[in-house]
Nanobody, 120 residues
Framework: QVQLGESGGGLVQPGGSLRLSCAAS????????MGWYRQAPGKQRELVAS???????NYADSVKGRFTISRDNAKNTVYLQMNSLKPEDTAVYYC??????????????WGQGTLVTVSS
């Protein structure tokens, strides 16, 4: 069907930067919305940022001014540029997409998650 492949997580010092990437593949006709969620230990999964097909964006208050989401529609790929990282940004980051398949079905798809650790 449709898969999301994430990359770019890792260990970074406070104040540092990371860039996450997520590419969608499979029987895709179009992708309506793409986004990033995160889940820290003992906490609920939360929206970090999302972007529509027309590049309208939405951010969690906690990351505004530090994170930037963007997408390349030709590559079915979404990016999350994370700057000025803080220890509280430590979490597993999940890519999410609302996809219209080649068969005309709407699917919400999740990636497997990538760990971001912010620590000195």
């Amino acid at each position: 069907q449709v898969q999301l492949g994430e990359s770019g997580g890792g260990l970074v010092q406070p104040g540092g930067s990371l860039r996450l990437s997520c590419a969608a593949s499979g029987s895709i006709y179009s992708i309506n919305r793409m986004g990033w969620y995160r889940q820290a230990p003992g906490k609920q999964r939360e929206l970090v940022a999302s972007v529509t097909h027309s590049s309208s964006t939405n951010y969690a208050d906690s990351v505004k001014g530090r994170f930037t989401i963007s997408r390349d529609n030709a590559k079915n790929t979404v990016y999350l540029q994370m700057n000025s990282l803080k220890p509280e940004d430590t979490a597993v980051y999940y890519c999410n997409a609302l996809v219209v398949t080649s068969a005309g079905r709407w699917l919400e798809v999740w990636g497997q998650g990538t760990l971001v650790t912010v620590s000195s």
